[in-house]
């Protein structure tokens, strides 16, 4: 099936600083990607669709200033978690678009 | 707004035993139907795609779709410790977009 690489797969950093997170799609193009958010216990939430070329479609509730995602090529969409904070700790996955979504593995963010 | 809905758990059961399921969705217009199964602190891996109606068998596993009831099912057969997991199951539309997940539930097999 289609590899879909995310990286990296845990960060730590402090209150107040920024994250990127990468995900690219290995063996595939692709125009659409998905970035979730996973708090423990609890479903996948859709924050944002990341289209190539175009600007990110930001679910209800989900700041865009905070959250930026940038999609340059039909390769690779990152997200960046902006003046991060505590309550942003979370498990974010990318996914790509195909019949199927191929989920990233992951990345474990932890602000201190 | 979608909604797809599942029973949080834990369902239990023992080793070898055939361990079922559910999943109920919201919106008819729901074409793909998908099964991932998401061990703790690791993102979902796809185990089951369905999309017409009745049952679709890979190894171990069996799909079951009724669209009349918006109803869509994942049979575990010979239950193995291993498959101790939550188990999402997920809707998207015709274009393959608007993946709609369930809470998911926690399946636990007793060796």
């Known amino acids: 099936g289609a590899v879909v690489s995310q990286h990296p797969s845990r960060v730590i950093c402090k209150s107040g600083t920024s994250v990127k997170i990468e995900c690219r799609s290995l063996?595939?193009?692709?125009?659409?990607m998905f970035w979730y958010r996973q708090f423990p216990k609890q479903s996948l939430m859709l924050m944002a669709t990341s289209n190539e070329g175009s600007k990110a479609t930001y679910e209800q509730g989900v700041e865009k200033d905070k959250f930026l995602i940038n999609h340059a090529s039909l390769t690779l969409s990152t997200l960046t978690v902006t003046s991060a904070h505590p309550e942003d700790s979370s498990f974010y996955i990318c996914?790509?678009?195909?019949?199927?979504?191929?989920f990233g593995q992951g990345t474990r963010l932890t602000v201190v | 707004q979608k909604e797809v809905e599942q029973n949080s758990g834990p369902l239990s059961v023992p080793e070898g035993a055939i361990a079922s399921l559910n999943c109920t969705y919201s919106d008819r217009v729901s074409q793909s139907f998908f099964w991932y199964r998401q061990y703790s602190g690791k993102s979902p891996e796809l185990i089951m795609s369905i999309y017409s109606n009745g049952d679709k068998e890979d190894g171990r596993f069996t799909a079951q779709l009724n669209k009349a009831s918006q109803y869509v099912s994942l049979l575990i057969r010979d239950s193995q410790p291993s498959d101790s997991a939550t188990y999402l199951c997920a809707v998207t539309d015709n274009y393959g977009q608007n993946f709609v997940f369930g809470p998911g539930t926690r399946l636990s097999v007793l060796p």
């Open positions: 996914s790509a678009d195909s019949p199927e979504a191929f």
């Open positions: 063996d595939f193009q692709a125009t659409t």
